[in-house]
């Protein structure tokens, strides 16, 4: 079961009645068992689901604990390294590939990485950081623990939410309301688009290209690295917006994950917008913990640098190209960071202003082109695979071959059908035109504001569009979401 399989639809159908049959202080209980039911089908195995409860509990009596010393006056060493420990099966997983022993034991016993170790780890982590800085209290009822660290919208791929965020939804009940049905429809259908109109099609020519990439062309691997962009921001941006989807028809709002990251201006910028639920974590238990920008511009860089590094591992574990994919995304910040001065100066200098539209648009551009660059290394299968693509594409780049790229690709139907590429484009712009409108203002606003049947006809047009014209046959899997892989 996962969050685009029909089951899954199937045990919602069940769970939002109950929610909203339940006494209002006890619809938290209906929450609860759907997201044990869940988990259950979701992981196949009961020992996994035993050793997600063995983790959620610890968790549960470290969090009072913590509490407990902390009203004490106890040593903030000791509740630093209580916290620490609830992370060491991430690190052991993460390690698997480069500690003696630790592969073997992860591939004969899976279960002691329970699904969605990655992500609840994390939320742990910050709950009992939070707990031990006096910001929140500890959570004491260990069922209603369990709900906030395995709500079943978001506990195998986030975003990763904060307990003063999530729990008092969770907990205190929300009365029905037709308006988080709608919304949560609206959600959850443009989350399918994403994943079946672009997603998974773009998914057929990434994957041709980067396991065949030393008989391509310098403009084809071009290709590849902007379809694959593509393909990871729907990918990923699709199953947060199912998440939020369904957990708005509870009425819980889940915290965005995206704000248009193709749109921002710098490397630091995207991050500001990408995977943001990730990127203010590390930001807020890592990089301001280590020192942030409070201890000098030397330090700073070198916490930023460790930040990354810690991304990286995060992502990939020790393979060398995710360390690489987090430094490189380290050096394109301090390099900006040393030059920002100098270039702003030299466009002064210039008479154009820093912030003009096409100093934007140029500046977007490049950001764009260099986040790319990086998710070839990420893509690819080593770092000597990502590095030869980088290689290949920029040695092999001529105007001709990208001048006639795409009409010889449709022509002869390279990678797939060219009905399959025309849907991809026009599934493409249709994105790309919704993120300009929502960069400016709620496109769920303007269709809520559509007369009833115009606005059921869009409704209508794009379940059809997605179930006529979808890209299917690459099996229910909650893995093909690429980022509920890591």
Known sequence: MNYISISFYILLLLIIPVYYLLPLRHRWCALLAGSG????????????????????????????????????GGRGWLISLMSLCTLIPLILFKLRGGADGTEGIFSEYKWLAPIGLSYFSLQMYSYLFDVGKGRIEPQRNPFRFILYMSFFPQVIQGPIPKYEELSPQLYEGNRYR?????????????GFFLKYMIADRADVVVSQIFEGYMDMTGAVILLGGVLYSIQLYADFLACVTI??????????????????PYFAPTVQDFWRRWHMSLSFWLRDYVYIPLGGNRKGKIRKYINLILTFLVSGFWHGGLALNFIFWGLL???????????????NRVLKAVHISPSSVPVRLIRAGITCFLVMTAWIIFRAGTLADGLNMLL???????????????PTILRMGAFMDPAEWYMLFISSGVLLIVSLIQSRRSLRELINGLWLPIRWAVYICA???VMIFGSYGHGFNAADFIYGGF
């Open 243 to 260: 998440s939020q989807g369904v957990a708005e028809f509870f009425g819980i709002k889940l915290r965005d994950n995206f704000a248009h």
């Open 463 to 465: 379940m059809l569009a």
């Open 329 to 343: 995304h380290a050096f394109y910040q301090v390099v900006g960071g040393l030059t920002i001065g100098l270039r």
């Open 37 to 72: 039911v869940f988990y259950f089908f979701a992981s196949g195995s009961l020992p996994a689901c035993l050793c997600f409860l063995a983790m959620i509990m610890t968790g549960w009596a470290i969090g009072l604990l913590t509490g407990r010393l902390r009203s004490a």
């Open 392 to 406: 290949i594409m920029t040695g092999g780049i001529t105007w001709t071959g990208l001048k006639e790229l795409m």
């Open 178 to 190: 037709s308006e988080n049905i709608v919304s949560g429809m609206q959600l959850v259908v443009w």
